[in-house]
């Protein structure tokens, strides 16, 4: 299932993506029609919601209708660094040393914004793009081991974990560089845990301005999926509707020789297997 918000006349919306349509969850009285109380009801909501839909056809176009955000402030949005074998030696080329354990930043929630929506590159002379697969999580998880990390991902994101690269290094944490508004795109939808056979052999992609920046594929991860779960679960809980962005693949731009950072105008499109594509316009 592909579960979108929307905005409408009476304000954001939840729907599910059928064809080129969105049903409107409200509209069929369904028993849940607010993103996050899906999540949080996991299979009993998504399984109520495939029921109430039968034989309903979509209120309206996909492309007709502006997209928001997925979810709009969950309670963490965590960014794992480094986590691409290529990316890892570029970032050391750049004085990025490699790290034994697993690299985690926070992107502050305030930074996310919709699948089609401008990145404002603020105060930043050095703008770039990270494409990443992003999860929700489902079932609160803590203390959980690899082998039961998939139980507790409701589903899956794309991201672009835009950076303020001159901003980035002000502090060991990332945080400052990676949470300016609008750098957290996310989107287009949530595409249910039961609709990815295999989230660790998924390819991603970034374009700009139709050129192709990254192209990996999602096993190529130093720390896989499960792995990831596990490591944050151990020291804190992960709640239901939190955001996990699990890294991005060789190809940015600080690391072109020269840097190439993005520019007023530029169109940056990232695309992941199964999962679909967000496409956001920097703010001239």
């Given at each position: ?7 409408s ?6 729907g599910?993506v ?6 409107d ?10 993103m ?39 309670g963490?949005f ?14 050391a ?30 105060v ?5 793009y ?6 929700v999580?489902?079932k ?17 994101i794309?991201?672009?974990?835009v950076?303020?690269?001159?901003w980035q ?34 390819n ?9 920046r ?8 130093v ?20 955001l ?5 693949p060789?190809?940015?731009g ?31």
């Amino acid at each position: 299932m592909k579960l979108v918000r929307f905005e409408s006349e009476s304000g954001p919306r939840t729907g599910v993506v059928v064809g080129d349509g969105i049903i409107d969850l409200t509209k069929i009285n369904a028993p849940y029609t607010e993103m996050m109380e899906i999540i949080v009801a996991g299979q009993l909501a998504l399984a109520a919601i495939e029921e109430a839909i039968i034989d309903v056809e979509p209120h309206r176009q996909l492309s007709s209708t502006r997209l928001l955000a997925p979810i709009h402030r969950p309670g963490k949005f965590l960014a794992i660094g480094m986590n691409y074998k290529k990316h890892q030696e570029e970032a050391a080329r750049l004085g990025v040393a490699e790290q034994a354990k697993q690299v985690w930043f926070n992107k502050q929630t305030s930074c996310i914004s919709g699948p089609y929506d401008e990145i404002d590159p603020g105060v930043t002379e050095k703008l770039d793009y990270e494409v990443e697969l992003g999860l929700v999580i489902g079932k609160p998880a803590k203390g959980v081991t690899k082998e039961n990390a998939r139980d507790h991902i409701f589903g899956y994101i794309v991201v672009n974990d835009v950076s303020a690269r001159d901003w980035q290094f002000h502090t060991p944490t990332f945080t400052m560089g990676k949470s300016f508004d609008t750098h957290g795109p996310i989107g287009p939808w949530i595409v249910t845990a039961d609709e990815v056979a295999d989230p660790q052999n998924l390819n991603l992609y970034c374009r700009v301005n139709g050129d192709i920046r990254q192209s990996n594929n999602t096993s190529q991860m130093v720390h896989d999926i499960d792995s990831q779960i596990e490591y944050l679960s151990t020291a804190f809980t992960l709640e239901s509707g939190d955001l996990i962005a699990t890294g991005t693949p060789e190809g940015v731009g600080v690391a072109m020789v020269p840097s190439v950072f993005l520019q007023p105008g530029d169109i940056v499109n990232c695309e992941i297997d199964c999962i679909g594509s967000i496409e956001n316009r920097v703010k001239g």
